[in-house]
């Protein structure tokens, strides 16, 4: 049996605690693969509300939604995650949100996320997370910028008051170029 890696172990952290019916939010849709799976875990009578600022990752995952017929739950923002609080509702519970931060593998290396928006956007996703309800943040860091993004998320997680939030780092430490870690930021 081989330890999961970070983005295996999201999904283990996510099936735990999302339910049919829920509300989530997939902060970098990318290649839909968190999009479908989130689809999925809440059902016919969820809600998935996704963002990306990539037209061609939004359209690739809308194709995917239809091909498995998951794509009426879901809605899908050519938008920047930071915009999170236009797409909720004031007291909306949001059972668990998922970022991916860095690149679309495939796409264009140049277009990353960056620190002020993903914090932008944790900042607003907290206060919509019911007790036990959680954020994924699966980091990849080998990357320009992305040592920086690492830092201050790191940073912000850290200040987090342990009687509200617990906040948990899962990764390899002994595998080379700078394997990806998760951050899992829980409601106490």
Do not use: W
């Not at 009426?72 to 930071?82: C, I, M, N, R």
């Amino acid at each position: 049996m081989n330890l999961p890696n970070a983005l295996t172990y999201s999904h283990t952290l996510l099936t735990e605690c999302v339910a049919p019916g829920d509300t989530v939010v997939d902060a970098t849709v990318g290649q839909g693969y968190d999009t479908i799976f989130l689809a999925n875990l809440v059902g016919k009578t969820g809600h998935v509300i996704g963002f990306d600022i990539q037209q061609a990752a939004l359209d690739e995952t809308q194709q995917q939604l239809t091909l498995t017929g998951l794509g009426a739950q879901v809605d899908l923002h050519a938008t920047g995650h930071e915009n999170v609080d236009d797409f909720l509702e004031a007291n909306e519970r949001v059972t668990a949100a998922i970022f991916n931060l860095g690149y679309l593998p495939g796409g264009d290396k140049t277009i990353i996320t960056r620190p002020e928006t993903t914090l932008t956007a944790i900042k607003t996703l907290l206060p919509h997370l019911p007790r036990g309800g959680r954020l994924i943040l699966v980091v990849y860091a080998g990357h320009p910028g992305g040592p920086t993004e690492r830092d201050a998320v790191i940073d912000f997680c850290q200040r987090l008051p342990q009687k509200e939030y617990q906040v948990l780092r899962y990764g390899f430490i002994n595998q080379i170029h700078t394997p990806p870690f998760l951050l899992a930021i829980e409601r106490r």
